[in-house]
């Protein structure tokens, strides 16, 4: 199968770089021509543009910072798709909109995936990340082989969009652990605690989680880079309130999380590391929240191992 990818950045850089480290016919597209370049020199073809990616590949995946930045790139592949083709959207984007923009290649005789990642971007750049895929069951199994290069763990959640709903909603849960952790390891400062000891208590307690185990090590550190910012963190938490609000369900916590971020985009602007979250607290309590012996950021320490599909209990 020759793949196109378009997006390059923080986690299309890295998911594409395990399509070509493991020997697929890679074409690549990015509005950064040194990202390009970069990919080139590790063994991809320099895709040209959209258009000439759907034109010529069998799939193009998408991996954008946003759902307008998808549509703007869809418009352009529209005209190019046809039987064979496959789309797939691996951005985190709404619900509502990958189920428009794929009804459209679908009218076309292609076929549309949303396929977004869920786990760091250290577990992207190895191949070890979890994936969730919507999609029709043929369809899911022909690109299973590629979603197995990229991810460790791969789950068919169903119906085009329902991966957009799972990927806001885990999001969202680890938006609130982020700013739990934060809060927890803020006190445990202002208590006189050693953090080193607080990280460990947190993490073999009923208190831990993936994003302590992570996060909690860079907020740390000092360093606070998780290769995710705040305008990201806003803008999936904004997803996953339009997914609540379609459902009719009234929200009380993401409400306040979403005020949290704007404030953290207000003070530090929208490209600020979103661990830094924990500096509104750092600055109400003239705290310095690190400590020695924690990474500046995380790496994956399990081997490259093919994927395979997570089977659901029924």
């Not at 020997?23 to 390009?36: E, I, K, P, R, T």
């Not at 199994?141 to 329902?162: A, N, Q």
């Not at 880079?225 to 993401?254: E, Y």
Request: net charge negative; charged share 20%.
């Amino acid at each position: 199968m020759k793949i196109g990818f378009i997006g390059l950045g923080n986690v299309g850089g890295k998911l594409s770089g395990s399509l070509i480290r493991n020997g697929h016919d890679v074409h690549v597209h990015d509005l950064n021509a040194d990202f390009v370049a970069a990919k080139v020199a590790a063994g991809a073809q320099d895709g040209q543009s959209p258009a000439h990616l759907m034109q010529t590949c069998d799939a193009v995946i998408t991996c954008l910072p946003s759902p307008a930045a998808s549509a703007a790139v869809m418009d352009e592949m529209l005209p190019h798709v046809g039987p064979g083709k496959i789309w797939m959207e691996m951005s985190t984007t709404d619900e509502a909109e990958v189920k428009r923009i794929g009804a459209q290649v679908i009218a076309a005789g292609g076929a549309a995936v949303d396929c977004p990642v869920s786990g760091g971007c250290h577990r992207a750049d190895t191949g070890n990340i979890s994936i969730f895929a919507g999609c029709d069951r043929p369809t899911f199994e022909r690109i299973l082989p590629l979603l197995t290069t990229m991810g460790r763990r791969v789950l068919h959640t169903g119906d085009l969009g329902s991966a957009s709903v799972l990927k806001v909603l885990t999001n969202y849960l680890a938006t609130a652990n982020l700013v739990s952790c934060a809060e927890a390891l803020t006190v445990a400062k202002g208590a006189g605690m050693d953090l080193g000891v607080a990280y460990e208590a947190m993490a073999i307690s009923s208190g831990t989680s993936f994003v302590h185990e992570t996060e909690s090590q860079v907020i740390l550190n000092g360093s606070r880079d998780i290769s995710f910012t705040m305008d990201l963190v806003a803008k999936d938490i904004g997803l996953f309130q339009d997914v609540a609000d379609r459902a009719g369900v009234p929200l009380q916590l993401n409400p306040l999380l979403i005020d949290i971020f704007q404030d953290g985009i207000a003070r530090f602007g929208p490209r600020e590391l979103s661990p830094n979250i924990i500096k509104r607290l750092e600055e109400a309590t003239g705290l310095d929240v690190t400590a020695p012996g924690f990474p500046a950021e995380m790496t994956d320490d399990e081997p490259e191992e093919q994927g395979a599909e997570v089977i659901v209990r029924r």
